[in-house]
T-cell receptor
Framework: DAKTTQPNSMESNEEEPVHLPCNHSTISGTDYIHWYRQLPSQGPEYVIHGLTSNVNNRMASLAIAEDRKSSTLILHRATLRDAAVYYCIPRGGFKTIFGAGTRLFVKA | SQTIHQWPATLVQPVGSPLSLECTVEGTSNPNLYWYRQAAGRGLQLLFYSVGIGQISSEVPQNLSASRPQDRQFILSSKKLLLSDSGFYLC?????FGSGTRLTVV
């Protein structure tokens, strides 16, 4: 499984964009990059995933570096409900292995 | 639609008692199923996964076992609970996680 590096925590102001970085320099060519988030006292929630191209959905955007060794999850306008732990997970097989993630704090 | 059911939501059990947590999925067949545990203030640890009926892979040695008696049923068990078994247990299928069971062993 590819190793990931994410900041332990980040802080954002409400209504501002948030860029959550992830380094995954050992990712293999067939691993998809998945992002999940976990709100307090809840199970993880799927956010987005991609392979090479940037991806957008209603929750977020995913920007993937050309060499695929890093990616950035973009929340376009943070809300208080976006306060959570965000996990970046390269996934090639059928196992999803979680790292420590980034705890996002959102200030009103 | 695809849904995952997990129960109970909370459980308090004495040390040495048995445990059985059940997870069922709907809207799919032959899913890959997973059990995770999250100790208080810690990350998610993959405990078991199953790619089919009767097929169980264990990720970490521990006091727990898993079984898959039916295609869409995944059960986490213990014969004798330890204090260290306390935590938040989550069943997952694909990208979807259940709502979890918060287990406190006293």
């Amino acid at each position: 499984d590819a190793k990931t590096t994410q900041p332990n925590s980040m802080e954002s102001n409400e209504e501002e964009p948030v860029h959550l970085p992830c380094n995954h320099s050992t990712i293999s060519g067939t691993d998809y990059i998945h992002w999940y988030r976990q709100l307090p006292s809840q199970g993880p929630e799927y956010v987005i995933h991609g392979l090479t191209s940037n991806v957008n959905n209603r929750m977020a955007s995913l920007a993937i570096a050309e060499d695929r060794k890093s990616s950035t999850l973009i929340l376009h306008r943070a809300t208080l409900r976006d306060a959570a732990v965000y996990y970046c997970i390269p996934r090639g097989g059928f196992k999803t292995i979680f790292g420590a993630g980034t705890r996002l704090f959102v200030k009103a | 639609s695809q849904t995952i059911h997990q129960w109970p939501a909370t459980l308090v059990q004495p040390v040495g008692s048995p445990l059985s947590l059940e997870c069922t999925v709907e809207g799919t067949s032959n899913p890959n199923l997973y059990w995770y545990r999250q100790a208080a203030g810690r990350g998610l640890q993959l405990l078991f996964y199953s790619v089919g009926i009767g097929q169980i892979s264990s990720e970490v040695p521990q006091n727990l076992s898993a079984s898959r008696p039916q295609d869409r049923q995944f059960i986490l068990s213990s014969k004798k609970l330890l204090l260290s078994d306390s935590g938040f247990y989550l069943c997952a299928w694909g990208y979807t996680f259940g709502s979890g069971t918060r287990l406190t062993v006293v």
